[in-house]
Nanobody
């Protein structure tokens, strides 16, 4: 059974940091591109960052230089280090695993940036 479980969200002040984790099971993790998406009410999910099976990364312009995506193939986990958080980063963050026609999602974790 495929599972992606996000954790690490919460309430943080502007300028603060959070580290999101995505624990996975049920598929061959090393084959998959792992991505983080954000979604705010009334809008579609938007790509924040992704990391390919061989470690290449890409970021949305809005988070470039503030967020870092990483993966640990031994632990079958991915991470999103978020620094210098801004109010506009407030969203539910979803972990996604993608390979060929396979496309898996976690349940999301809420990140709220507020003073």
């Amino acid at each position: 059974q495929v599972q992606l479980v996000e954790s690490g969200g919460g309430l943080v002040q502007p300028g603060g940091s959070l580290r999101l984790s995505c624990a996975t099971s049920g598929f061959t993790f090393t084959r998959y591109t792992i991505s983080w998406y954000q979604q705010v009410p009334g809008k579609q999910r938007a790509l924040v960052a992704e990391i390919t099976h061989n470690g290449f990364t890409d970021y949305a312009d809005a988070v470039e230089g503030r967020f870092t995506i990483s993966r640990d193939n031994d632990k079958k986990a991915a991470y999103l280090e978020m620094n210098d958080l801004r109010r506009e980063d407030t969203a539910v963050y979803f972990c996604n695993a993608r390979w060929m026609a396979n496309d898996y999602w976690g349940q999301g974790t809420q990140v709220t940036v507020s003073s």
